[in-house]
């Protein structure tokens, strides 16, 4: 049988502690300030925002009621962040990028259930690539402009950037 914590145990940490939207968890040693992590059964989002020892204070983005002690604590190893890429500009988010029309669609209420996951952006969605002007044989690094797609009427261009740390040289324009 498998579950939402199929994560292995030393992915998961255990509520300590529950006060509002401040959870502390134990078990958390590897864990970095400002990690995303995910809490309870529900997988809440939350951050860390202090660590003492093998303790972590957790800032819960959601409302905790029914977290209780010994409830997992799942580590991502990631930092809370945000994604940015085509269709950003055409959505409403909450406060955590959770996109409020999709929310609503699959949901049907104008609450955000708890938990919910949805990716911010639309994996599916296909969008038509107009390149720059790059040559065969260039060198591009990170935050160069590769190319740009049509938003919105609002926002007719938005432009394509290598991601921070990528580099290479052009081998192929279409």
């Not at 502390?24 to 809440?44: H, I, N, P, Q, Y």
């Not at 925002?49 to 991502?76: C, F, H, M, W």
């Not at 609450?111 to 969605?125: E, I, Q, W």
């Not at 926002?155 to 290598?162: P, R």
């Amino acid at each position: 049988m498998t579950s939402k914590y199929d994560e292995k145990e030393s992915e998961l940490g255990v509520v300590f502690k529950v006060s509002g939207p401040l959870v502390v968890a134990e078990r958390m040693s590897g864990t970095k300030m400002f990690e995303l992590v995910r809490v309870g059964f529900d997988r809440l989002v939350g951050e860390i925002i202090r660590l003492e020892g093998d303790n972590a204070s957790i800032q819960v983005y959601e409302d905790t009621s029914g977290l209780t002690v010994g409830d997992p604590v799942v580590k991502t190893g990631k930092p809370l962040s945000v994604e940015l890429g085509p269709g950003i500009l055409d959505n409403i988010f909450d406060g955590i990028q959770r996109p409020l029309t999709q929310i609503f669609q699959i949901d049907g209420s104008v609450f955000v259930p708890r938990g919910v996951d949805v990716p911010c952006l639309d994996p599916t969605k296909q969008w038509e690539f107009i390149p720059a002007k790059l040559q065969l044989g260039q060198i591009v690094t990170g935050g160069d402009i590769i190319g740009q797609v049509f938003e919105n009427n609002l926002f007719k261009q938005h432009k394509i950037m290598l991601p921070p740390k990528a580099q290479g040289r052009v081998t192929f324009l279409s």
